[in-house]
């Protein structure tokens, strides 16, 4: 039977964009190594070091205020260079910054890069894929993201290791490497990012992109390499033309019309709920956690490392079985799990010292945490969010759900020091557990499995469960 769809040169295109993905969780996952150095060398009081973590929190809010305006103005390509461009910016600033503002702007330029590019890579991909691989392919972006992490975690647990010994007659190096190290974990980030900015011209524009845009032979092109199948081309481009021209209606309207209403507040409540259930609590201050239970620092650090392999492992399995289980189903085990293992760790820091625990058990916790959020919210929401909305405004609609996504995440880099330090650790942890609950709701009430389905199809779900519903 003849291949229909080109799935290598889909998979190429997928990992190019990706590359923004690694470069999301590099840049998140870094600052857990420096947070202890900074707040030392600067003498930072709890808020403020809360404020160092969350500065880049901001750029990533304003940048996915703009990031679908600009995808669906400028087009998916162009608005991923543009991404690339400002975390060049921001990884070698970060190195050479002289003072703790300069290193602030410096954060905030690449949270501008991590807001556009958490936007546009998952929307880029999910409208290059074949339905039936779209989860897949989407979800090479979140395994990017987790590579990012274990890079990041790795190359402090590096640095930290080499500054014990390193000797050199440069005085930059030395600050580099050896006194002020945190400016080669940050400043590391440069070469990747110069890599993304260089590979992002070798692919395409996005064809439905095109289409809507009335370039409707460069989409047949892009297609023709994307499908053996010339009538599937035609199809393709027919479908999106036909859905087009049902909306009818420019972009503001059709976003408010109730049934793509619907959706966007969906997907916004998911994203933000994802942000309170603990996970970037962990990735960010998994360090500072950790010390808090008895480790050292380079003990802590290499945790933080054995949380990153899970975490990409774990990612690496939902690959291979997320358009075969199906997104909620992926939602209602892990969620489940993640309640149970939220839940231990809070006992752990309750009673784990009266009962004399080994801090191999809180690790254990941990690890089951990682694994259970990997396998389910982490693998599905930029999933969810790439293929909910319809093809004219997917950018626009996508970013007002990551506006709530890093609105939450900007709460938890904030609030985790207070949480950790007036609520106790073990608060802490019961509260994630209980912000479990409504996610795992949502998903099951009010969320279409998506696996499996046309984007064109999903849309026409929203509008016909409005319609079913009135």
């Known amino acids: 039977m003849k291949n229909t769809e080109n799935i290598l040169y889909v998979l190429l295109l997928a990992i190019v964009a990706a590359i923004g993905g690694f470069l999301f969780g590099y840049d998140t996952a870094v600052i857990s190594g420096t947070i202890s150095q900074i707040t030392s060398q600067f003498n930072l009081s709890t808020l403020q ?58 954060r905030i330029v690449g949270g501008l890069g ?15 894929s074949p339905a039936k691989y779209r989860g897949r392919m989407v979800t090479l972006y979140q395994l990017a993201i987790t590579i990012g992490f274990l890079g990041a975690y790795l190359m402090n647990y590096y640095l930290m290791d080499l500054s014990i010994s390193f000797t050199s007659s440069s005085e930059l190096l ?66 999106t033309k036909m859905m087009l021209q ?17 959706a966007v507040i969906i997907g916004s409540a998911i994203a933000i ?5 603990g996970v970037n609590a962990v990735l960010y201050y998994g360090p500072s956690i950790f010390e808090s239970s008895g480790l050292s620092s380079g003990d802590s650090l290499y945790y933080q490392t054995l949380i990153g392999l899970v975490n990409m492992g774990t990612t690496i399995l939902a690959l291979f079985i997320i358009d075969k289980v199906g997104r909620k189903k992926m939602v209602y085990v892990g969620v489940s799990g993640m309640i149970v293992s939220l839940l231990l760790i809070g ?18 916790f941990f690890l089951l945490y990682i694994f259970f959020t990997a396998g389910s919210i982490s693998a599905v929401i930029f999933v969810f969010l790439s293929e909910m909305y319809p093809t004219k405004i997917r950018g626009l609609a996508m970013s007002i759900a990551g506006l709530s996504l890093w609105i939450g995440t900007f709460l938890i880099g904030q609030l985790t020091p207070w949480l950790l330090e007036t609520v106790t650790p073990g ?18 009430k009010l969320m279409p499995e998506t696996a499996g389905k046309s984007l064109e199809d999903i849309e026409r ?10």
């Open 49 to 106: 070091s809360g404020w160092y973590v969350g500065c880049a929190l901001i750029g990533s809010i304003v940048g996915v205020l703009f990031a679908g305006k600009l995808s669906d103005s400028f087009g998916r390509k162009s608005t991923m260079i543009f991404s690339a461009a400002l975390f060049t910016i921001s990884a070698l600033g970060c190195a050479v910054s002289p003072s703790l503002e300069q290193l602030i702007v410096y």
């Open 427 to 444: 608060g802490t942890f019961f509260l994630f557990a209980a912000m479990c609950v409504p996610y795992i709701l949502i998903v099951w």
């Open 273 to 277: 709920l994802g942000q309170f259930m």
């Open 174 to 239: 030395t600050k580099v490497f050896r006194t002020e190290v945190w400016r080669g974990m940050l400043g590391a980030e440069s070469l990747p990012a110069v890599i993304f900015f260089i590979v992002i011209f070798i692919i395409p524009e996005s064809p439905r992109w095109l289409i809507v845009k009335g370039k409707e032979g460069d989409a047949t092109r892009v297609l023709s390499k994307i499908y053996n199948d010339q009538q599937i081309v035609n199809f393709q481009v027919d479908e």
């Open 246 to 262: 049902s909306e009818g209606k420019s972009d503001w309207r059709l976003l408010f019309s109730p049934g793509i209403f619907r």
């Open 347 to 364: 006992l752990y820091f309750m009673k784990g010292e009266a009962l004399n625990m080994p801090s191999q058990l809180l690790l254990t």
């Open 461 to 470: 779900f929203w509008m016909r469960k409005y319609n079913t519903d009135k």
């Open 114 to 128: 991590i807001g556009i590019v958490s936007i546009v890579s998952p929307l880029y991909i999910s409208e290059i």
